[in-house]
């Protein structure tokens, strides 16, 4: 047992080879086999009949549901290899009822073991991070868990050794396997569909998170682009040469240019930036990234990017202080008025489209202080093109790779990493211990969930 491990018991739910639900109280000490010997007795189907599937692997009896990263209310699926009826020895509850019904006041309060983050021989490395919207209300550490792109089901196998890029993950059914749903799948049962859930916290099986794929851990030692710092956490942009911020730059980098109004609007993405140097296709495509900014920041993001939709257009703001209303009007004329309705917004304001100042017959006539055009006011965030020739993840990844050697945790022979994929086999065939790169242990299931690539 490590050091400073959690013993404490908590539910986890099984689905049998038929579909159907179990809630089984467990400790995080038990291995697989106790699992396997606890449904037995619930299907009187014998332990060496069936395998259990967890995040897109079968699992060996041997390990613990501690080593597999297992928490309260993840779900664990049976499959089964005979073609034999299932008996069973007692009535399966069905935990979906039985999670639905709960509320916010009489459910049990989800067990978290601590230890993963609190023992110093089994700490958990992320290189997976997500915008959990509750309880974190913020950035937390990802896992990584694969079902089946068709029906969506969990029970699915990967076929080889998994993604190695976030390019296996975010694009749609790249990497293949095998459904193994109860009743057959309603597709082909063929393509993976990879998604997160937030490791701060246990979580319900239809609960989801958003990846921040932009977010890395600073494996490679890149400094950022702007204070030139090594941060745990470093923002990649997308551009070839993968210019890096730190997050705290990053979020200064979003907050000037928001309050300068020169964020872009593009096609299929929306209201976004470029990476700081404005390399073409370097994007924030996945504008969960800008939740960084904070609740006000990211408030007033949503309302400049609505704004800039309307202005493209062909409409107009309401010029009118604490107002700011997009409006579309039905016709070109100089007089626009800010509607006033109940629950829909807007001041009732009547003004000059030309010169956006109150209503007038006549000429325009040119403001004594006029204010500067959007896009235009304040100072522009700058970075240097020597620190951007030192903040390129790319670059530094190369140099990473070709400094570093570890030795085989079993062997000590020393390996080479050459891609991004963490799981590691000693190339010696007298060896071929398989082994985490980052965590230099027997590769598991954890290190599977936090940073199988990176």
Same mark, same amino acid.
């Given at each position: 047992m490590a050091a400073g491990m959690n013993t404490d018991s908590f539910e986890v739910n099984v689905k049998d080879f038929q579909g159907r639900s179990v809630v089984i109280r467990v400790d995080p000490t038990w291995d697989?086999?106790?699992?396997k010997r606890e449904i037995s007795n619930q299907t009187r189907v014998t332990p060496n009949d069936f395998r259990i599937v967890f995040a897109g692997q079968t699992l060996a009896d041997n390990q613990t549901l501690w080593d597999i990263g297992v928490q309260g209310y993840s779900t664990l699926h049976c499959i089964r290899f005979r073609g034999f009826d299932v008996k069973m020895a007692t009535p399966l509850k069905d935990v979906a009822s039985q999670l639905s019904q709960m509320t916010t006041?009489? $459910?049990?309060t989800p067990h978290v073991d601590r230890s993963l983050s609190d023992a110093p021989q089994a700490q958990v490395h992320h290189s997976f991070y997500v915008y959990c919207k509750k309880p974190c209300d913020g950035m937390a550490p990802g896992k990584l868990r694969v079902r089946c792109?068709?029906?969506?089901?969990?029970?699915?196998l990967l076929l080889g050794e998994g993604p190695g890029s976030w390019d296996d993950i975010l694009t749609g059914r790249k990497l293949h396997g095998q459904c193994n749903r109860a009743g057959g799948c309603t597709g082909t049962g063929r393509d993976a569909e990879f998604f997160f859930k937030c490791s701060a916290h246990a979580t319900l099986e239809t609960e989801e998170c958003? $990846?921040?794929h932009m977010i890395r851990s600073n494996s490679v030692m890149v400094e950022c682009a702007s204070c030139l710092s090594v941060s745990d956490l470093v923002m990649v942009f997308a551009c070839p040469e993968r210019h890096c911020l730190c997050v705290d730059c990053f979020t200064q980098y979003c907050q000037v240019e928001l309050t300068s109004r020169r964020f872009i609007e593009k096609r299929g993405v929306g209201y976004t930036l470029r990476c700081p140097a404005g390399c073409e296709g370097s994007e924030v495509t996945e504008s969960h990234h800008f939740r960084?900014?904070?609740k006000d920041l990211y408030n007033r993001y949503q309302r400049f990017g609505t704004e800039e939709f309307v202005l493209q257009m062909g409409g107009v703001l309401c010029p009118n202080a604490g107002c700011g209303m997009g409006l579309l009007p039905d016709d070109t004329g100089r007089r626009v008025q800010c509607p006033r309705e109940i629950g829909m917004g807007g001041c009732g304001f009547v003004f000059c489209r030309a010169c956006k100042?109150?209503?007038h017959e006549g000429a325009c006539r040119?403001?004594?202080?006029?204010?500067?055009?959007n896009g235009t006011e304040g100072a522009a965030f700058q970075v240097s093109a020597e620190n951007l020739e030192r903040a390129g993840w790319i670059q530094a990844n190369e140099r990473f790779i070709q400094t570093s050697t570890k030795a085989c945790p079993r062997c000590k022979v020393p390996v080479e990493k050459s891609g991004g994929c963490m799981h590691m086999t000693c190339g010696m065939a007298a060896c071929r211990y398989e082994w985490c790169w980052i965590c230099l242990v027997e590769w598991n299931r954890q290190c599977q969930a936090t940073h199988w690539f990176g």
């Open positions: 697989v086999s106790r699992i006041t009489d $459910a049990p792109a068709d029906c969506k089901d969990a029970s699915f958003v $990846a921040l960084l900014l904070g100042s109150e209503f040119q403001p004594s202080n006029p204010e500067p055009a």
